[in-house]
């Protein structure tokens, strides 16, 4: 009786699994033919590049059709995504392009979606800082799609390759344009601090009590910025820069790929661009560093669909459209692949930035929330010290209290 009950429940079990099987199997789509469930996502996308995006999408569709996608491509404000998903996450896209220094702001807030599929993908393909900027606290959150940094635009009739290399080079024989006096100095000015082993929230940029500007290689910064005022080949530009280059007031200048054309308007074939050259501080010439960013695009927390929204999100950041990304929008590629494309190492201004990008030239912009409370103050301390508001004997306690408002939580 009891060998009759065991064969009864293992037939039952077999079954079971048999209709399991079968349920799974019907659960998805026939192969070749689109789900029934229509898949609805939106997509934040830069400025001016809705058009683009929008072909970039279809085509997407196109290579996914074993699904029916209804995709809403909105050209947005990208530079304000953090502030745009945190106030409305449900109206906010699924997906979404943002800079990568907001990421701990959205992280924190619990509205950006974990990379939990295709974070080996992202890693193998991406230059080590694009990763390192998608990603915080240990944890991979975005897809990269594109590098920027600030870089050397000079006139060759007066400068040459040689006379650029080092800061005291090119203020030797020509001027240099710098923002030194307005809102936006810190953006410009304070990286030169870390090129003299000063850390801005530690090493990875996460630290909240790991900043060192009151240190004697941040006095020495401060000490040097406060001489640039008596530097007559040092002139403070800002939104003027183009029109003091076309003047003659100054013959190179420190700015983005977005200055590119209009410099190029200006100098035509004497125009040279170069990365950061070296200063020297005190102790001997150091490499000068910029701020790295990094595009990114990420997925909202409370997409209906994650699984196609991370989908869509790794396809928008793949080699494949980044290539086309930067033949069309010109935008400088994360991956290890695509900048080792035919068109992008002729490219000047992509392989520019390229360069900026490794760790001895640059830092990526730290994703810690508190970032917010740096810019304010570290623009009042560049600007007074430029202005010589700032006697010598109290640099060090201004840097004292920048240091302190830092690690205020």
Do not use: R
Request: negative net charge; glycine residues 6%; charged residues 25%.
């Amino acid at each position: 009786m009891k060998i009759k009950l065991m064969l009864l429940f293992t037939v039952c079990i077999s079954v079971l699994m048999v209709v399991a099987g079968c349920s799974n199997e019907s659960s998805g789509a026939p192969s070749g033919k689109p789900s029934d469930e229509k898949v609805t996502l939106k997509v934040w996308v830069d400025p001016d590049s809705g058009e683009y995006y929008k072909k970039v999408v279809d085509n997407f569709i196109k290579e996914n059709s074993d699904k029916k996608y209804e995709i809403e491509v909105v050209e947005s404000d990208t530079g304000k995504a953090q502030e745009f998903v945190k106030k409305d996450p449900d109206a906010a896209a699924d997906v979404f392009s943002m800079p990568h220094d907001q990421l701990g702001q959205l992280v924190e807030a619990g509205t950006v979606y974990k990379n939990t599929k295709y974070s080996d993908e992202i890693k193998e393909s991406n230059i080590e800082p694009a990763v390192e900027a998608a990603s915080y606290q240990g944890d991979l959150y975005g897809y990269p799609y594109g590098i920027e940094s600030l870089f050397l635009y000079y006139d060759k009739s007066k400068l040459t390759e040689d006379d650029v290399k080092s800061f005291e080079g090119i203020t030797k024989k020509a001027k240099l344009g710098l923002n030194l006096s307005e809102p936006g100095a810190n953006y410009v000015v304070a990286p030169f601090f870390l090129a003299n082993n000063v850390k801005l929230y530690g090493d990875n940029g996460e630290d909240l009590k790991g900043s060192t500007f009151n240190s004697k290689e941040g006095l020495q910064v401060l000490e040097w910025i406060a001489s640039l005022k008596n530097n007559k080949n040092v002139v403070h530009v800002n939104a003027d820069s183009i029109s003091a280059l076309e003047s003659g007031k100054i013959n190179s200048l420190i700015s983005g790929p977005w200055s590119y054309k209009q410099v190029k308007e200006v100098l035509g074939d004497n125009m040279g661009v170069a990365v950061y050259p070296t200063a020297d501080f005190g102790n001997g010439p150091v490499q000068l560093k910029a701020f790295l960013g990094v595009k990114l695009y990420s997925v909202k927390a409370t997409t209906k669909y994650p699984l196609e929204a991370m989908k869509l999100a790794n396809y928008l950041a793949s080699n494949e459209i980044q290539e086309k990304t930067f033949k069309e929008k010109g935008y400088t590629p994360s991956s290890k692949e695509v900048q080792e494309n035919v068109d992008v190492k002729a490219n000047e201004q992509a392989t520019t930035v390229i360069q900026m990008a490794k760790p001895e030239k640059s830092v990526v912009m730290p994703k810690i929330p508190e970032m917010v409370t740096f810019w304010p103050p570290a623009d009042a301390l560049i600007i007074d010290t430029y202005n010589g508001k700032i006697e010598k004997e109290n640099m060090k306690t201004k840097l004292d209290k920048l240091a302190e408002d830092l690690s205020a939580k």
